[in-house]
């Protein structure tokens, strides 16, 4: 508990100011406001075995600090509203997220808004925005743009910021999960998975874009399994995997991860940030012109030539119509953007004239503004490569056959060990994420000791 008060100025005259500590129950009786919140968050706070959190039945009798300034003989303590409290009656304890009366740093009361996954006052005793449950409108949060908050979450990746619950980084963010997409997002406050939600609109794992995020509450037991990543771009064309920002054990880290995520992947909710404005000067996919507007039919197909052509590329291989390109989208039209165009015409389920392979305004409506479904990917007739034997995967080895396994552990789901994203050198991480493959088969003891043999490269890469 932090003891507020050390070294606060003295009163002139016959007036001083002592620092007094002493425990404090909200009266029963007394109407002020401080003891009515009080003592209606206390009757408010499920019990522990309904999920309440111990520390905050703990803390019931918080320690608050009294002081004798301005106090006459016999008198009372007049608070910053003028309010006078009888005679030994100490100043109330603020409201949950907010700073005690006269306290001095940071407002970070184990008492106050905690959470199963810590607590949630206001930043270096800064106010919360707003109500601190219920929906939450636009014009209580701060506006802020992707690259900005892809920005902030770099920082702690670069300072490799320590995971922790309870401890808070010099920004006065909680070094967990919720406190980095709290900090990245500039929220008024360290929220938890259990209210992020409230700050964000739900969208579709299809309709991801850097700087929204992957979130998964797990009601039941907040502390088990419960995270959050920010989405930092798709790594593949196929959008089976992404950048992930996230702050986990050890420390912050930027990685390659599976959508969702490495476990309860099919559980977690994309949301994107309520106070989210757009960025001056910035050009969709395709660096074209920012409008949406339809260019007209005149602009595609055979002999067409013109800047536009190349947007239509960029954004169909986006969409998953890469595999229709050899050379890259140009501006001169040729047979790829009829193929891939068609392609993304025919996954939105439409036939004969209305996928004929050229763009007109409803496909250009829907890649313009990222909706529709993507191009669905061909099935790959590609073979396993051949397994090139045990002597190549042992401590001090290094190859390409090394970083072709990390890749496909990665893909597969099975590469949380990495730090820095699979390498041609054979390390600890290796070994570690093979044996979590080997035992999702199934398999135990000597069977499952993290060096692959024929029949785990055989399964991995089937």
Same mark, same amino acid.
């Given at each position: 508990?932090?003891?507020?008060?050390?070294?606060?100025?003295?009163?002139?005259?016959?007036?001083?100011?002592?620092?007094?500590?002493?425990?404090?129950?909200?009266?029963?009786?007394?109407?002020?406001?401080?003891?009515?919140?009080?003592?209606?968050?206390?009757?408010?706070?499920?019990?522990?075995?309904?999920?309440?959190?111990?520390?905050?039945?703990g803390?019931?009798?918080?320690?608050?600090?009294?002081?004798?300034?301005?106090?006459?003989?016999?008198?009372?303590?007049?608070?910053?509203?003028?309010?006078?409290?009888?005679?030994?009656?100490?100043?109330?304890?603020?409201?949950?997220?907010?700073?005690?009366?006269?306290?001095?740093?940071?407002?970070?009361?184990?008492?106050?808004?905690?959470?199963p996954?810590?607590?949630?006052?206001?930043?270096?005793?800064?106010?919360?925005?707003?109500?601190?449950?219920?929906?939450?409108?636009?014009?209580?949060?701060?506006?802020?743009t992707?690259?900005?908050?892809?920005n902030?979450?770099?920082?702690?990746?670069?300072?490799?910021?320590?995971?922790?619950?309870?401890?808070y980084?010099?920004?006065?963010?909680?070094?967990?999960?919720?406190?980095?997409?709290?900090?990245?997002?500039?929220?008024?406050?360290?929220?938890?998975?259990?209210?992020?939600?409230?700050?964000?609109?739900?969208?579709?794992?299809?309709?991801?874009?850097?700087?929204?995020?992957?979130?998964?509450?797990?009601?039941?037991?907040?502390?088990?399994?419960?995270?959050?990543?920010?989405?930092?771009?798709?790594?593949?064309?196929?959008?089976?995997?992404?950048?992930?920002?996230?702050?986990?054990?050890?420390?912050?880290?930027?990685?390659?991860?599976?959508?969702?995520?490495?476990?309860?992947s099919?559980?977690?909710?994309?949301?994107?940030?309520?106070?989210?404005?757009?960025?001056?000067?910035?050009?969709?996919?395709?660096?074209?012109?920012?409008?949406?507007?339809?260019?007209?039919?005149?602009?595609?197909?055979?002999?067409a030539?013109?800047p536009?052509?190349?947007?239509?590329g960029?954004?169909?291989?986006? !969409? +998953?119509?890469? %595999?229709?390109?050899? @050379? #890259? $989208? /140009?501006? *001169? =039209?040729?047979? &790829?953007?009829?193929?891939?165009?068609?392609?993304?015409?025919?996954?939105?389920?439409?036939?004969?004239?209305?996928?004929?392979?050229?763009?007109?305004?409803?496909?250009?409506?829907?890649?313009?503004?990222?909706?529709?479904?993507?191009?669905p990917?061909?099935?790959?007739?590609?073979?396993?490569?051949?397994?090139?034997?045990?002597?190549?995967?042992?401590?001090?080895?290094?190859?390409?056959?090394?970083?072709?396994?990390?890749?496909?552990?990665?893909? !597969? +789901?099975?590469? %949380?060990?990495?730090? @820095? #994203? $699979? /390498?041609? *050198? =054979?390390?600890? &991480?290796?070994?570690?994420?093979?044996?979590?493959?080997?035992?999702?088969?199934?398999?135990?003891?000597?069977?499952?000791?993290?060096?692959?043999?024929?029949?785990?490269?055989?399964?991995?890469?089937?």
């Amino acid at each position: 508990m932090h003891q507020y008060g050390e070294n606060l100025p003295s009163v002139e005259g016959n007036r001083m100011t002592v620092p007094v500590f002493e425990e404090y129950v909200p009266a029963a009786d007394c109407p002020c406001p401080g003891c009515a919140r009080q003592r209606r968050e206390h009757a408010l706070r499920p019990a522990v075995r309904a999920g309440g959190h111990p520390a905050a039945h703990g803390a019931r009798r918080a320690l608050v600090l009294a002081t004798a300034a301005g106090a006459v003989l016999g008198g009372g303590t007049t608070t910053a509203g003028g309010a006078a409290h009888p005679a030994g009656h100490p100043p109330h304890a603020a409201p949950p997220g907010l700073p005690a009366a006269g306290a001095v740093g940071h407002a970070r009361h184990a008492a106050d808004g905690d959470t199963p996954q810590g607590g949630a006052a206001g930043l270096h005793g800064r106010p919360l925005a707003g109500p601190t449950t219920g929906p939450v409108t636009v014009r209580q949060l701060p506006e802020t743009t992707r690259a900005d908050i892809i920005n902030r979450a770099k920082k702690w990746v670069t300072a490799k910021v320590p995971y922790s619950m309870e401890k808070y980084w010099t920004d006065g963010y909680r070094q967990d999960c919720s406190g980095y997409v709290s900090m990245a997002w500039n929220l008024p406050a360290n929220e938890w998975t259990g209210s992020l939600h409230r700050f964000g609109e739900k969208i579709a794992w299809a309709d991801l874009e850097p700087g929204d995020i992957l979130l998964f509450h797990n009601p039941d037991n907040p502390t088990k399994g419960s995270h959050v990543t920010i989405f930092g771009g798709w790594t593949d064309h196929k959008r089976t995997h992404y950048t992930a920002y996230e702050q986990t054990k050890p420390h912050t880290r930027r990685q390659t991860t599976p959508l969702a995520y490495w476990t309860n992947s099919d559980r977690y909710v994309a949301y994107r940030y309520l106070g989210l404005v757009a960025e001056s000067g910035v050009t969709p996919v395709g660096g074209a012109p920012a409008s949406s507007a339809y260019p007209g039919a005149g602009h595609f197909g055979p002999g067409a030539h013109n800047p536009h052509v190349t947007r239509l590329g960029r954004m169909l291989v986006a !969409r +998953g119509g890469a %595999r229709f390109y050899t @050379d #890259g $989208p /140009g501006p *001169r =039209w040729g047979d &790829a953007d009829r193929r891939a165009t068609r392609a993304f015409q025919l996954a939105q389920g439409w036939r004969g004239a209305e996928a004929n392979g050229l763009p007109g305004p409803h496909t250009w409506r829907l890649l313009t503004t990222g909706r529709g479904r993507d191009i669905p990917q061909a099935k790959s007739r590609a073979t396993a490569p051949p397994y090139p034997g045990r002597a190549h995967f042992r401590p001090g080895r290094s190859s390409k056959h090394v970083e072709t396994l990390g890749r496909r552990l990665v893909q !597969r +789901g099975h590469g %949380r060990h990495y730090t @820095d #994203g $699979p /390498g041609p *050198r =054979w390390s600890e &991480a290796d070994r570690r994420n093979v044996q979590d493959f080997q035992r999702a088969q199934g398999w135990r003891g000597a069977a499952a000791d993290g060096y692959p043999g024929p029949e785990t490269w055989r399964r991995l890469f089937r």
